[in-house]
């Protein structure tokens, strides 16, 4: 099955490339997902887990980079999970395209994954499709904060002279704070009906 997605994120091109091709520092914005350890082959190995309903999901698998095109903001990723019960895998390969747009990054994502086993319902009726763009807007909302939350540093590592003048002359204790990223795993089943209202909402809007 394939999935063509996009998402926008209020950040310079460069900053967005850099928090998206950092996998340690954007799987907590996956909810579900932890990193555990990278291989010498660059190979990150990690879990993610679902909870549907009364049972839980929970797979181990690997995520790679299978391509990095810095200068065309192109970077490709495979993702392989077994379900730890024996009860089902996943395979996804994952394309993604960044384009600046004024001040605001526009993130193209291009899927092709297959699934077996309990998660393999959600391919019915298109349920995976509305599920998947709910889990999108909440990784993006996450990568957004992630970035907000991190200074802009120069080319040698100093915050940008901006930030930091404006940093010397506001007191800290009325400097505003970014809010942390929320990386809090999510429901199988919330998303599932979020997703599902999403649908209801868009039925009555063609009638």
Known sequence: MKLQQSFEVEAPVERVWEALIDVKRVAPCLPGAAIEEVDDHGVYHGTFQVKLGPTTASYRGTLEMQSVDEAARNVTMKAHGSDKRGQGSANATMASRLTQQDSVTRVDVETDFTITGRLARFGRGGM?????????REFASCLQSSIVAEPAVGPVGEP??????AAATEPAAERPSAPPPDA???KGISLFFGALMDRIRRLFRRR
């Open 160 to 165: 940008q002279a901006a930030d930091a003048g």
């Open 184 to 186: 809090r795993p999510i």
């Open 128 to 136: 995976i499709q509305d599920v998947s763009n709910r889990l999108l």
